[in-house]
């Protein structure tokens, strides 16, 4: 069965970045595709972008100068960086097996920006 | 980007009732539409692709229609573990997009 599961500092300091590891069990990251998506406030939902079997990367342009996704094949990981946060980005974050239809999610873990 | 309208936003029903979820697309979306359940303590689940296509394990109770801007899920004899959030999302253009979910509780 596939699981995913999101890690990282639940408070991050505007202008900082932010970074979360997701984990992956029961399938390897070097098939598919796998990616972020957050979930604000008040439930709106947003695609952030992925990274492919390959390593190749696709980014919601709303995004695209500040998220970089990457990946460790070794520990199945992937990972989310996000830079020069501000509150708006208090959200929380997903981890997904995602190919337009988003096959599996992890359980989330919500990110607070404040200083 | 393609924006996506739920409605309602909130639902109150109670078990054995038939209720439905709208989903309008800003534009044509073919039916490239899936359908999630979020369930507090768990991962979101897919439960319909392609508008009207049934996940592997999904119960039969639920149901996708619609083609275009128009969708709509509908879940019949509503059981207690139906009672959580609904959202739609469209695949058809990048980025995809999602609607704003519909919270449907026990009345």
């Known amino acids: 069965e596939v699981q995913l599961q999101e890690s990282g500092p639940g408070l991050v300091k505007p202008s900082q970045s932010l970074s979360l590891t997701c984990s992956v069990t029961g399938y390897s990251i070097t098939s598919n595709y796998w990616g972020w998506i957050r979930k604000f406030p008040g439930n709106k939902m947003e695609w952030m972008g992925y990274?492919?079997?390959?390593?190749?990367?696709s980014y919601n342009p709303s995004l695209k100068s500040r998220i970089s996704i990457t990946r460790d094949t070794s520990k199945n990981q992937f990972f989310l960086q996000l830079n020069s946060v501000t509150t708006e980005d208090t959200a929380t974050y997903y981890c997904a097996r995602f190919l337009g239809i988003v096959g599996y999610w992890g359980q989330g873990v919500m990110v607070t920006v404040s200083s | 980007d393609v924006q996506m309208t739920q409605s309602p936003s909130y639902l109150a029903a109670s078990p054995g009732e038939s209720v439905s979820i709208s989903c309008k697309a800003s534009?044509?979306?073919?039916?490239?539409l899936a359908w999630y359940q979020e369930k507090p303590g768990k991962a979101n689940k897919l439960l319909i692709h392609?508008?009207?296509t049934l996940q592997s394990g999904t119960p039969s109770r639920f149901s996708g229609s619609g083609s275009g801007t128009d969708f709509t899920l509908t879940i019949r004899s509503l059981e207690s573990e139906d009672f959580a959030v609904y959202y739609c999302?469209?695949?058809?253009?990048?980025?995809?997009?999602f609607g704003a979910g519909t919270k449907l509780e026990l009345k």
């Open positions: 392609s508008g009207s």
């Open positions: 534009k044509s979306i073919s039916n490239n």
């Open positions: 999302q469209q695949y058809n253009e990048y980025p995809p997009t």
């Open positions: 990274i492919s079997y390959s390593g190749s990367t």
